[in-house]
């Protein structure tokens, strides 16, 4: 299959809808001007842009709403109740203000509404998580974005009380965009602690208790932050309710692409023999047949591993778009992605499946050109525009 040298040769390549990635190349732009995200990546310092509005955004009325509905889970990591005062951050206990409820087929432990606003007026902040796989809107702004920036995208809001403060000293382990929606806050950014921080190398209690203060922001509503990973912060809200939205870009670290790799190691037969008995006991020997795995290892990796972690790199994208409500069922999917296949063939990767191409197949997607005869680096195909709802006011 797929005889065709340029086909053949192809490396592993994700695509995203071309409306689509308009559309957050446009969202993208009315929150940082003329600014690129390459720039704003590339400069990693925080950026305050302010007066950016847009239409459908959520608001207090409608989070609670949620709350109200007994929809969300607690188990699941969509809605926790959090709070710091001088004894530092308190994630109040699910058993102080979760009941069981059914949803779906499902029985989840959701917050009591009754509770939830009790525990709030005593000056609890309201983490609603994920918002991107319960609100189309969020799910079609966030994907909109991931489609123009590249990287996965996720939505979380929180609700303050006036004076109150969340969230301790933290930082994120991912590039944040926070969009005040409504009242004010006011952030406390801290100097650099961990450079480059990932989930497994975080900031410590220690090191945020010695963290150095640089700058204060303080955002009102239509304010628009963006902090780079590793920056620490906290936030106190004003003297009035405040809600922002935290846009997390869940950039992949090379690490965590080359990670999942240790799996396919297994089809690597010299490397499932195990150390003999004698090995064990010779300490020169052992470290002879451990330089010898490793040697078939690094072949491995030299012939397969570069691949491999690009097919992973878009795998990743791909499946971020999955659980996302706005493209349920949809007949073309907003992202996919093609990767070789062991012979030699294609895959053509979309959520939750994976479909073996043909070589017309794959010219048909890769291949074909526009009307002026230049080759069209993105999809073609029936599908409608799946624009967001959320555009500039």
């Known amino acids: 299959m797929a005889s065709s040298s340029h086909i053949s040769s192809r490396p592993p390549q994700a695509f995203s809808d071309p409306l689509l990635a308009l559309v957050g190349a446009e969202i993208f732009a009315a929150m940082f001007g003329e600014l690129s995200f390459a720039e704003i990546e ?44 001088g004894n530092g951050l308190r994630v109040v206990p699910p058993a102080d203000y979760a009941v069981q409820a059914r949803r779906g087929e499902s029985i989840i432990r959701t917050p009591l509404p009754a509770r939830a606003r009790s525990l ?8 609603f998580q994920r918002l991107d796989r319960h609100l189309a809107e969020m799910a079609r702004l966030c994907a909109a974005l991931s489609a123009c920036l590249g990287h996965p995208m996720q939505c979380s809001a929180y609700l303050s009380p006036p004076g109150c403060q969340g969230l301790d000293i933290h930082h994120d382990t991912h590039d944040i965009i926070v969009f005040q929606i409504e009242g004010s806050k006011t952030f406390q950014l ?21 963290a150095q203060p640089t700058q204060r922001v303080e955002l009102a509503a239509g304010d628009v932050l963006y902090l780079p ?88 994208y791909v499946k971020s778009f999955e659980e996302r409500p706005a493209f349920a069922g949809a007949a073309q999917p907003p992202a996919f992605a093609i990767e070789p296949a ?24 890769t291949n074909r050109e526009d009307e002026d005869g230049q080759p069209n680096a993105h999809p073609r195909g029936d599908s409608t525009p799946r624009a967001t709802s959320v555009d500039p006011a």
């Open 42 to 85: 590339c400069g990693q310092r925080p950026i305050v842009r302010r007066g950016i509005h847009f239409r459908d955004l959520p608001n207090s009325t409608s989070l609670w709403a949620m709350i109200d509905a007994q929809t969300l889970s607690v188990d699941h990591h969509e809605i926790r109740l959090v709070r710091t005062d």
């Open 120 to 127: 709030y007026g005593q000056g609890a902040t309201i983490a």
């Open 190 to 210: 801290f100097d650099v602690v961990v450079d480059l921080p990932v989930p497994r190398i975080d900031l410590t209690t220690n090191q945020a208790a010695s």
């Open 229 to 316: 990973r590793g920056v620490p912060h906290c936030a106190v809200a004003g003297d009035q309710e405040s809600l922002h939205l935290t846009f997390g870009i869940l950039a992949q670290s090379w690490a965590s692409l080359v990670e999942p790799l240790a799996r396919e190691l297994y089809f690597i037969e010299p490397l499932r023999r195990a150390p003999a008995t004698r090995e064990i006991f010779d300490g020169d020997v052992l470290q002879q047949s451990a330089a010898t795995a490793v040697g078939h290892l690094i072949e491995w990796l030299q012939a397969y591993g570069a691949e491999r972690i690009a097919a992973l790199a878009c795998e990743t």
């Open 342 to 365: 062991p012979d030699d063939g294609y895959y053509r990767i979309e959520p939750g499946r994976r479909d073996r191409l043909s070589a017309a197949e794959i010219r048909q997607w």
